[in-house]
């Protein structure tokens, strides 16, 4: 059983608000994910890290960015939130082996108005 | 980048087989599986390193054809269980980002 965490689980806000979701692991990975999903649809990878002080930007371009100070800790900001923000955010971590497998938090589902 | 998923979705009654494919254009290292629930995290089913083998979980299996770039996930005597958004992720080298497929939508009616 993977422990990886993810606060809030829901989150309506105003735009231009800034915040933050939080993600946690317990498993020691060094490796962590952030990955976009609109309802339905496939899953875009936006920020990812190899490790503490290690931040790259994914796939998809985004407007959030995050940080790496912790080997457990991979938070994820948006500045000022818009309504085209307006996703479900997962976030993954996974071991630095030849084959890792990426193991999900419950995901974040904010809504902009 | 991203892989190519076919079908879109599939129905199912308990028992019966299905067959969920994903392509790559680019070489593969890898293609992970994994099953997402309505509402709820992917979980992970299984992962194929190139070189072409094929492996299974429980009623579920799946096959990495390394030169068609193209992996298979066979679902074997359904279950109600079965039913959710299937996805591939690939990794085109060792590392360690995936891209994920649109997914197939498998309900399984009893």
């Known amino acids: 059983e993977a422990d990886i965490y993810q606060t809030p689980r829901y989150l309506v806000i105003g735009t231009g608000k800034k915040i933050t979701l939080e993600c946690s692991q317990t498993?020691?990975?060094?490796?962590m994910y952030w990955y976009q999903q609109d309802p339905g649809m496939e899953l875009h990878l936006i920020h990812y890290?190899?490790?503490?002080?290690?931040?790259e930007k994914g796939d998809l371009s985004s407007e959030s960015t995050v940080s790496r100070i912790r080997t457990e800790h991979f938070p994820l900001t948006l500045e000022s939130a818009r309504p085209s923000h307006t996703s479900q955010y997962l976030c993954?971590?996974?071991?630095?082996?030849?084959?890792?497998?990426?193991?999900f938090g419950p995901g974040t589902r904010l809504t902009v108005l | 980048q991203q892989p190519v998923q076919s079908p879109q979705a599939v129905i199912l009654r308990e028992g019966e087989d299905a067959v969920i494919n994903c392509s790559s254009s680019k070489a593969l290292y890898s293609v992970h599986w994994y099953r997402q629930k309505h509402g709820e995290a992917p979980v992970f089913l299984m992962i194929?390193?190139?070189?072409?083998e094929q492996k299974g979980h429980e009623k579920i299996s799946a096959s990495f054809n390394e030169k068609k770039q193209q992996s298979s996930l066979y679902l074997t005597a359904s279950q109600l269980s079965y039913s959710g958004t299937y996805f591939c992720?690939?990794?085109?080298?060792?590392?360690?980002?995936?891209?994920f497929g649109a997914g197939t939508t498998v309900t399984v009616r009893a």
């Open positions: 498993m020691g990975h060094d490796k």
């Open positions: 890290s190899y490790g503490v002080n290690s931040t």
């Open positions: 993954a971590s996974s071991h630095f082996q030849d084959t890792d497998t990426q193991y």
């Open positions: 992720g690939t990794e085109r080298s060792n590392d360690y980002k995936l891209s």
């Open positions: 194929l390193l190139k070189g072409g």
